[in-house]
């Protein structure tokens, strides 16, 4: 038996080393395995991972025997070989979502770190870890092999935080593709005007610029993110300038403070969060026709679970924010959000309607009573002149 066994592990030796790809017997990367044989790409929608195959031949092994955490009855869990790339490689890509990450049985760590920069005031910012090995499987049936074993590495770590700047409000909004940058982010953000309170209707801003006094309602969403998470809004402010590093802002809000016109309707409870504010103008601009200003959101991501904890305590004092620490990442610019001079036709018709002149300092009560008294004073009047008539046009008679 053992010598049954023998022979058909020599036969497999044979049988792999002669079906080594021609184009490896050429390439440099015809040797054994080395720990520098994978790449990893942290993207924001997929994790992608190369792997050198020419050593994987070498080591008698091949695409077929090549597995994520040893997930030999998963399908997807396999890698493919792609020859036409110089060196070939094989890949394995799966998607940034919570069943993708958990089928082949990575690794899913989360953890909390103190904050730093825009959110040095939070006592905790979440990070999520992904990590894994991608294996090979030894096809002896035998008590021992003669096969190396092959085993590598991986892992992305990815801040559940980043900084939507840059932002300029727009008719349409911005959509904005957070660059890959060694895991810096899990998702795509998009920031979208709207004009009604449903957020269903997309805000137009016209050249001469909005009315004052506009609602605009803001969202910000996560495309492709996984069910695990939500978007949190830590900060939003503007700037008369594109770039959110400035001395002059004005905070619409900022962990327990908010403009009075100012209100969060949804915050960390959806993959979107919703805000909204009233168009101004800044003071600086009273010579402009048109008031331009910039839109700047520092958002997180956060567990649905865990939101609410990581909101500031506006019990205790808290700390003055640096603005000019902010994440130097993911930069886009749409079109602006214009003011113009006028007052909006709402706000106009709320004045004329609810509004008093300044001269006049009663209430209704008050003036109701005045009527009264006008009204029995002119009857009070208008008797006594009756009465008075009446008299005199009795005397002759009585006479």
């Given amino acids: 038996m053992r010598l049954v066994i023998l022979v058909c592990q020599l036969s497999l030796f044979m049988r792999t080393e002669a079906q080594l790809p021609e184009v490896c017997a050429l390439s440099d990367t015809n040797r054994a395995p080395e720990n520098s044989d994978i790449t990893v790409n942290c993207g924001t929608q997929f994790m992608d991972l190369s792997i050198y195959i020419c050593p994987v031949y070498q080591a008698l092994y091949n695409e077929s025997l090549m597995v994520l955490n040893n997930q030999i009855n998963t399908p997807e869990c396999y890698g493919t070989a792609d020859w036409t790339m110089t060196p070939p490689v094989l890949k394995f890509r799966f998607p940034m979502n919570e069943s993708s990450v958990s089928s082949c049985d990575n690794d899913f760590k989360i953890s909390d770190q103190v904050g730093t920069g825009d959110f040095a005031d939070f006592s905790k910012v979440q990070y999520v870890n992904i990590s894994g090995t991608v294996n090979s499987v030894d096809p002896s049936l035998g008590m021992i092999t003669y096969l190396p074993q092959i085993l590598y590495k991986f892992s992305c770590s990815y801040p559940m935080q980043y900084l939507v700047n840059n932002t300029q409000l727009s008719v349409s909004g911005s959509s904005l593709a957070i660059r890959d ?184 009560p008050v003036v109701a009573v005045i009527v009264c008294i006008v009204v029995l004073t002119i009857l009070i009047v208008a008797m006594a002149v009756y009465f008075t008539l009446y008299s005199r046009q009795r005397k002759p008679i009585i006479q």
């Fill in 181 to 364: 940058n060694n895991g810096s982010f899990i998702s795509t953000l998009s920031i979208l005007l709207f004009k009604d309170e449903l957020y269903q209707e997309r805000l137009i801003i016209p050249e001469t610029g909005l009315n004052l006094k506009t609602k605009i309602y803001v969202a910000v969403k996560a495309n492709n993110l996984t069910d695990r998470f939500n978007v949190m809004l830590d900060r939003c402010y503007v700037t008369t300038n594109p770039d959110p590093i400035q001395l002059t802002y004005y905070d619409l809000f900022v962990g327990c403070n908010r403009d009075a016109q100012t209100k969060v309707d949804l915050n960390g409870e959806k993959q979107e969060a919703h805000f909204s504010f009233e168009a101004f103008r800044f003071v600086q601009h009273k010579n402009k026709t048109v008031s331009t200003f910039f839109l700047h959101c520092v958002t997180r991501l956060c567990e649905p679970l865990a939101c609410s904890k990581l909101f500031p305590d506006c019990t205790t004092s808290r700390r003055k924010r640096a603005v000019q620490d902010v994440l130097p990442n993911a930069t886009v610019t749409s079109p602006a959000i214009l003011v113009g001079r006028q007052t909006s036709g709402e706000a106009q018709t709320f004045s004329a309607s609810y509004g008093t002149p300044v001269e006049s300092n009663y209430s209704s």
